[in-house]
């Protein structure tokens, strides 16, 4: 059972910059996805970047809103996502969720940053950026 535990987030002026961690457990496969989602009050959750892991190549995606803005990065051998968010705007602020799904045919699907791609979640750490 994939297990995923967030944290690093917070409140920070616009302009500034946070570094959230996803930490995973239960991932068993050699090949598999996991990605950022952010949920802000009021609106449905949103894919922000994703990441697959197979053959040694890592693709990203990124939604256009964050593209330029924020990085995601994972070590492969800590099991451990990363999203380095730089520039923050109060438009960022959100509940920011990690998402793992271990199908090996998620190379197919992480690039739509749909949710519903993703099967396992975590409860998420709040971002809040002040104006």
Not at 1 to 11: I, K
Not at 46 to 66: D, F, Q
Not at 69 to 97: G, H, S
């Amino acid at each position: 059972q994939v297990q995923l535990v967030e944290s690093g987030g917070g409140s920070v002026q616009a302009g500034g910059s946070l570094r959230l961690s996803c930490a995973a457990s239960g991932i068993t496969a050699s090949r598999y996805c996991m990605g950022w989602f952010r949920q802000a009050l009021g609106k449905e959750r949103e894919g922000v970047a994703t990441i697959y892991t197979g053959s040694g190549i890592t693709p990203t995606a990124y939604a256009e809103s964050v593209e330029g803005r924020f990085t995601i990065t994972q070590d492969n051998v800590k099991k451990t996502l990363y999203l380095q968010m730089d520039n923050l705007k109060p438009e960022d602020t959100a509940m920011y969720y990690c998402a793992a799904e271990t199908w090996a045919g998620c190379e197919t699907t992480f690039r739509t940053l749909r949710v519903r791609a993703f099967g396992a979640w975590g409860q998420g750490t709040q971002v809040t950026v002040s104006s």
